[in-house]
């Protein structure tokens, strides 16, 4: 984890022009990020109670131990309570490392704790629990992810920062692979108008193989076609040997 510090503090000075979350519902959709569309850093926020989110993320990776992995993921989302969110999707790669097709259940509970107010930034917890049901997997793996959103410079428009902390507990491994990992992700989010914004972020994870972890900048698109459907793009860039060459995604969220 060398570059991600390095990051928080070249954005802490932009936390003097903090301001509160704006109220433009469509602004603050594209604005508003989500993990995987299209790039790793996820929001602080949480659904609205009572309402749905279905999200589909293809992913195309190129040069990861010289193979092309590509894989969807189809997820759904629902506001459980006014500050909670629950989540599960599996998985599914068209082409993998290893040869399998078939990925596990992973299911997540997000509560924002602190809601954005003034300078203080929107907190969040969330606990993610993956089941083994895919074929020769076995042990279930648990993750606890710490996520910080703040909007600033009101005066250029919306635009937010983020900061994604990330322990993996993994229930069964092999001899060469790790019982725990740790991830960070570092990035912000600006309205190129009132339907499309510029996402970016920095990620550092360590793998599940041991000496092995990723460095990788992310960049991309969000744009809302309506008030219920955001399209995304990104793409991703290896910034060391272990990470993968880039990688391309699309993303599609359907609020109902």
């Known amino acids: 984890m060398r570059y991600i510090p390095l990051l928080i503090f070249s ?40 309402t749905w989110s279905s999200q589909l993320i293809t992913q195309y990776q190129h040069g990861v131990d010289g193979k092309n992995p590509l894989s969807i993921y189809p997820q759904l989302q629902y506001g459980l309570f006014n500050n909670a969110e629950f989540s599960f999707g599996i998985p599914y790669d068209l082409e993998s490392v290893d040869g399998s097709h078939e990925d596990n259940l992973a299911t997540a509970l997000k509560y924002n704790f602190v809601e954005e107010q003034d300078f203080v930034p929107a907190l969040a917890l969330q606990e993610e629990l993956t089941f083994p049901t895919a074929d020769n997997e076995d042990g279930v793996d648990v993750s606890t992810t710490f996520m910080l959103t703040k909007h600033i410079l009101p005066q250029y428009g919306v635009t937010a920062l983020y900061l994604n902390a990330s322990w993996t507990r993994f229930g069964k491994i092999e001899a060469d692979e790790r019982r725990n990992s740790f991830s960070a992700a570092a990035g912000f989010s600006h309205a190129i108008t009132d339907k499309t914004a510029l996402v970016a972020d920095l990620v550092e994870a360590n793998e599940e193989d041991k000496g092995r972890s990723d460095t990788i900048a992310e960049l991309g698109f969000r744009h809302g076609i309506n008030k219920d459907l955001i399209l995304s793009f990104g793409s991703g860039f ?19």
Request: no cysteine; net charge negative.
């Open 11 to 50: 954005l802490l000075p932009l936390s003097a022009f903090a301001t509160e979350r704006p109220d433009d519902k469509m602004t603050n959709d594209v604005v508003d990020v989500a993990a995987g569309l299209p790039v790793t850093i996820d929001d602080a926020t949480v659904q609205e109670l009572g």
């Open 238 to 256: 290896g910034l060391n040997h272990d990470a993968p060459d880039f990688s391309l995604t699309f993303g599609a969220e359907y609020g109902f």
